[in-house]
């Protein structure tokens, strides 16, 4: 069974808007890009601890995540991270993942982005629709 891997920049947000404030230089900005898997089971994005701890992200809360197996676990939430995927981004809070994990795209990014994943060709792209800009419902 295939996977589908896409890469994804991500930003400490709080460092973007002390930036935009004129608090630090945008050098400062924490940053990292890497490869992430499409879990369309999953609801939330899922990052590995190191990431976290890299980025500077705050830890926010805990919640109890289920597993694919049944298994039930608490996790930390940290936030807020910005994510990039090809042309667009959103704000959001992710779970933090044990050091060197796989990071996790989840429902909320895909349904925030407007993006599809295609199991067959094992890509991710926007809806048809919604080709330049996410397509958000309102209704």
């Not at 924490?30 to 369309?40: C, F, L, N, P, S």
């Not at 109890?64 to 930390?76: L, N």
């Not at 936030?79 to 809070?93: A, E, L, S």
């Not at 925030?112 to 994943?117: E, N, Y």
Request: aromatic residues 6%; contains cysteine.
């Amino acid at each position: 069974m295939g996977e589908i891997k896409v890469q994804i920049e991500l930003e400490n947000f709080a460092d973007r808007f002390s930036y935009l404030d004129q608090k630090i230089p945008e050098d400062e900005i924490r940053t990292h890009q890497m490869e992430a898997i499409v879990d369309t089971g999953a609801v939330m994005l899922g990052l590995p601890q190191d990431v976290v701890e890299k980025l500077g992200l705050i830890i926010l809360r805990t919640a109890i995540v289920t597993y694919a197996d049944e298994r039930k676990e608490e996790r930390s939430i940290a936030g807020t991270v910005t994510i990039k995927i090809g042309d667009r981004f959103m704000n959001t809070d992710c779970i933090v993942g044990p050091p060197l994990a796989e990071a996790l795209i989840g429902q909320i990014v895909l349904e925030a982005l407007d993006l599809i994943a295609d199991c067959q060709r094992w890509t991710l792209a926007p809806r048809p629709e919604s080709p330049i800009y996410p397509l958000i419902k309102m209704k």
